[in-house]
């Protein structure tokens, strides 16, 4: 993967940003296997996710074809069987409610 910044006419600068938390929520095996790639190329989650993100506002792929290969193994390994094809269209469960204590004798 290209890291951010790679085509960027910086000549030897970095590009000094501000970064805020957020609270984004995301599918389960996505996120374990966003975690395990940011793990097999050495960067932080979010240095990711702004890669992939950056390249895909540039219209650019981010991944190489061995990375590509090393996703489809940890998409295998988290069991995440499905692919672009589900964009926008996930749905969960609703959160199980905690059962109201009965106070009658």
Not at 26 to 46: C, F, N, P, T
Not at 78 to 90: A, D, K, L, Q, T
């Amino acid at each position: 993967m290209q890291k951010p910044g790679d085509e960027v006419k910086l000549p030897g600068k970095d590009l000094v940003v501000e970064r805020v938390q957020t609270g984004v929520r995301m599918e389960k095996r996505m996120v374990k296997v966003l975690k395990a790639l940011a793990e097999y190329l050495d960067i932080s989650l979010g240095d990711l996710l702004e890669g992939i993100v950056l390249h895909a506002f540039e219209n650019h792929p981010p991944f190489s074809s061995q990375t590509l290969q090393q996703i489809a193994r940890l998409k295998e390994v988290y069991s995440m069987e499905y692919g672009m094809e589900v964009s926008h269209r996930m749905t969960e469960l609703p959160s199980p409610r905690k059962e109201e204590k009965d106070d009658t004798v």
